[in-house]
């Protein structure tokens, strides 16, 4: 049956059309865009997966800047570290050729001051920013426990989206020459040799105790606190040398092994305690001669287990030594100093040797980093162009079939649309 009326061919000439015509736009569109998902409406779970990459890679290109910016600042107090070490070793030269009778110390010491002055002067320039990790000016404490700067290293996202910060710690190393506060917060029972073991435990000249307790300066100016607190902690008393406060410095010897504890915000007596045991044991401290203990609060007790020989026990507390205080005081101007002087070089060789081994293992730690953040940008970026990027050859080809398509519906609907006018023929 032919109908006026109604045109079931034309429709369906036009719903093709429309079809056509939609996809030709869809196509056109990923043709200027490049972008085979370039909204949430082209399909939203792709678009909200490409979306969530897109800030992770911003967020690492802000990371890549501050791994530059920290990779710097260490290369920067890692160079002075070397130089001191070297100024340092020189210096050596001149106390060695002190310790002969016929020399000129005057002149020997003369260079050794200059030496010390440009040792000071190299110290206090190694600042990258404003920041210097090798002048003691450092307080804050880092992700590692100890005095220094967290350098921004990663971002995290777990399986439930959830995304956490990860940071490089870098120690400040304290080159300065500044003696610092001798600190009393401790109390060593026995600060003499630990006599071979007597057989009884807990007691006599073979067993001694540090004994810490609430010696924790507090926000009322006093030395009677239970736990450490911040530098920045109002009404604290930093010229109070018999409490202890974030920042300090302890440490202790027993025979050849040396542990040292930086105290943190936070921590009890027990605390300080433990670190100065942990520390001990991991340089090497033989727990077979040596027992550690602390099974009364605020309290650590040492014995010497064994009988073959005696050991000596030193405690140290300081707050804001530097490493290199003894140049201070240092002189070849006479035998006595000068051969003083050569014990005391050695010690200040060592402590800068290690300061810049620490900057350089810091450095290539950062190195590694930036290069794999950079790979792993680019493995993301390549990843988001995967989901949402147009194949441009496959664009191509599927555009020239639409237009093709096209002009077939519009040839389809023209005739179509022309069915009825047979009717006429009807009535002639």
Do not use: C, H
Request: proline share 0%; no cysteine.
């Amino acid at each position: 049956m032919t109908s006026i009326l109604t045109n079931t061919s034309s429709m369906v000439a036009l719903q093709t059309l429309k079809g056509i015509n939609n996809d030709l736009e869809s196509i056109q569109s990923q043709i200027s865009t490049g972008k085979s998902v370039a909204s949430a409406k082209d399909n939203s779970a792709v678009w909200a997966i490409s979306k969530v990459m897109e800030s992770d890679v911003a967020g690492f290109e802000a990371i890549s800047d501050s791994l530059a910016l920290g990779e710097s600042t260490v290369a920067v107090a890692a160079q002075a570290a070397e130089t001191v070490t070297d100024l340092l070793t020189q210096m050596k030269e001149k106390v060695v050729a002190a310790q002969g009778d016929n020399v000129d110390r005057t002149k020997l010491n003369d260079d050794v001051q200059a030496l010390a002055d440009q040792i000071k002067s190299v110290v206090g320039a190694a600042q990258f920013n404003g920041l210097n990790l090798v002048d003691g000016s450092q307080t804050t404490t880092n992700s590692n426990g100890a005095a220094g700067v967290d350098v921004l290293s990663s971002l995290d996202r777990d399986s439930s989206g959830n995304v956490t910060a990860s940071n490089i710690g870098v120690d400040a190393q304290n080159l300065s020459t500044t003696a610092g506060t001798t600190l009393t917060a401790a109390a060593l029972s026995n600060s003499t040799d630990l006599t071979a073991s007597d057989g009884t435990a807990g007691s006599g000249a073979d067993y001694t105790e540090i004994t810490l307790g609430s010696a924790f300066l507090t926000a009322a100016g006093g030395a009677d606190g239970a736990v450490a607190l911040s530098k920045d902690t109002a009404g604290v008393s930093l010229a109070t040398a018999t409490g202890l406060i974030e920042g300090d410095s302890m440490s202790m010897t027993i025979g050849s092994v040396t542990g040292n504890y930086v105290v943190k915000e936070g921590d009890t007596a027990d605390a300080v305690l433990a670190g100065l045991k942990n520390s001990l044991i991991s340089e090497g401290l033989d727990t077979s001669e040596i027992e550690l203990d602390i099974t009364t609060t605020g309290e650590l007790q040492i014995e010497n287990l064994t009988s073959n020989a005696d050991i000596a026990v030193e405690l140290t507390q300081s707050r804001g030594s530097g490493g290199l205080s003894e140049l201070e005081s240092l002189t070849v101007a006479t035998e006595s100093e000068a051969t003083a002087a050569l014990g005391a070089i050695e010690e200040m060789i060592a402590t800068a040797t290690d300061a810049a081994a620490a900057f350089g293992s810091v450095q290539s730690r950062i190195e590694t980093q930036t290069e794999f953040v950079s790979n792993l940008t680019d493995s993301m970026t390549a990843g988001i162009g995967s989901l949402v990027d147009a194949d441009m050859e496959e664009a191509s080809a599927r555009l020239q079939a639409l237009q093709v398509q096209q002009q077939l519906g519009i040839q389809s609907l023209s005739i179509a649309n022309s069915s009825p006018s047979s009717v006429m023929s009807l009535f002639q």
